[in-house]
Nanobody, 123 residues
Framework: DAQLVESGGGSVQAGGSLRLSCAASGYTFNTYCMAWFRQAPGKERARIAAINSDLTTISADSVKGRFTISLDNAKTTMYLQMNSLTPEDTAMYYC?????????????????WGQGTQVTVSS
């Protein structure tokens, strides 16, 4: 089964940067979509960025121009470079994957999930 492991979360002041990583193992999908979701207390889990096997990327309006999603050359590690962080970015961040290239917005289309990594931005 596919396994996803996030890392790179932490605490940062507003205006700072963090880079999250999601290491994938245990699967060899020819087509796939990998995505970053985040969930703040009391809010629904929301997709903020995605990248598929065609290297097409999608970003939510709330993070466009600040966050960049990418894959390494081996396509086994996904990254989320987060710049100009604000307190509103504080959340648990999760990576997710599915074995088709369509990147749905809804979390229940993704069968594979990491354990999450906390990002806290202070003002």
């Amino acid at each position: 089964d596919a396994q996803l492991v996030e890392s790179g979360g932490g605490s940062v002041q507003a205006g700072g940067s963090l880079r999250l990583s999601c290491a994938a193992s245990g699967y060899t999908f020819n087509t796939y979509c990998m995505a970053w979701f985040r969930q703040a207390p009391g809010k629904e889990r929301a997709r903020i960025a995605a990248i598929n096997s065609d290297l097409t990327t999608i970003s939510a309006d709330s993070v466009k121009g600040r966050f960049t999603i990418s894959l390494d050359n081996a396509k086994t590690t996904m990254y989320l470079q987060m710049n100009s962080l604000t307190p509103e970015d504080t959340a648990m961040y999760y990576c997710a994957a599915r074995s088709e290239s369509t990147c749905y917005r809804t979390a229940n289309f993704y069968p594979y999930w990491g354990q999450g990594t906390q990002v806290t931005v202070s003002s």
